[in-house]
T-cell receptor, first 114, second 109 residues
Framework: DGGITQSPKYLFRKEGQNVTLSCEQNLNHDAMYWYRQDPGQGLRLIYYSQIVNDFQKGDIAEGYSVSREKKESFPLTVTSAQKNPTAFYLC?????????????FGQGTRLTVV | SQQGEEDPQALSIQEGENATMNCSYKTSINNLQWYRQNSGRGLVHLILIRSNEREKHSGRLRVTLDTSKKSSSLLITASRAADTASYFCATSNDYKLSFGAGTTVTVRA
């Protein structure tokens, strides 16, 4: 089955810890995205990558970091610099560019600070 | 910054009725897309309408786009309980999708 897989589904972080959220796709898509979703605020773009070894900041990149060493993988690290990390994180992928194509989403990771 | 804004924020209808939600956006777009999200899950793509199209249909879904007014609407006809979800519009410009805050639709049996 082709798709996009996020893990873990639930993640708990202690104050001051870095945590990494996994996102893997086997759709052979060039582009991958990370979004954050808070209640009532819709989705906000954190980082996106159009090609391996390249990525761009989105609207709310502060306190987050990413890497794109493989086409299939786009992990997101939530660093201790992110002061309010509790949220639902969604990863997506698409063919290069979005002029004619839709994005495919994973099932999300719910991160909670404890 | 969020590009699209949906209206209304919430909608409650009886099964069998139609549901209409609107989306307004601010800048020029390549296309506009509608997505659906069931509670606590990922988003699922519903329909894409290009900037040079005015109307598109897919099953019980009808989408319109008015680029002069920078607005779009999504109509779900003959709603079912399974249509209960949040619906988001997303505008595509270059390499990014920008989402609105969504419309939460509840279909009562």
């Amino acid at each position: 089955d082709g798709g996009i897989t996020q893990s873990p589904k639930y993640l708990f972080r202690k104050e001051g810890q870095n945590v990494t959220l996994s996102c893997e796709q086997n759709l052979n898509h060039d582009a991958m995205y990370w979004y954050r979703q808070d209640p009532g605020q819709g989705l906000r773009l954190i980082y996106y990558s159009q090609i391996v070894n390249d990525f761009q900041k989105g609207d709310i990149a502060e306190g987050y970091s990413v890497s794109r060493e493989k086409k299939e993988s786009f992990p997101l690290t939530v660093t201790s610099a992110q002061k309010n990390p509790t949220a639902f994180y969604l990863c997506a992928s698409s063919i290069a560019g979005l002029v004619r194509a839709e994005a495919f989403f994973g099932q999300g990771t719910r991160l909670t600070v404890v | 910054s969020q590009q699209g804004e949906e209206d209304p924020q919430a909608l409650s209808i009886q099964e069998g009725e139609n549901a209409t939600m609107n989306c307004s956006y601010k800048t020029s777009i390549n296309n506009l897309q509608w997505y659906r999200q069931n509670s606590g899950r990922g988003l699922v793509h519903l329909i894409l309408i290009r900037s040079n199209e005015r109307e598109k249909h897919s099953g019980r879904l009808r989408v319109t786009l008015d680029t002069s007014k920078k607005s779009s609407s999504l109509l779900i006809t003959a709603s079912r309980a399974a249509d209960t979800a949040s619906y988001f519009c997303a505008t595509s410009n270059d390499y990014k999708l920008s989402f609105g805050a969504g419309t939460t639709v509840t279909v009562r049996a």
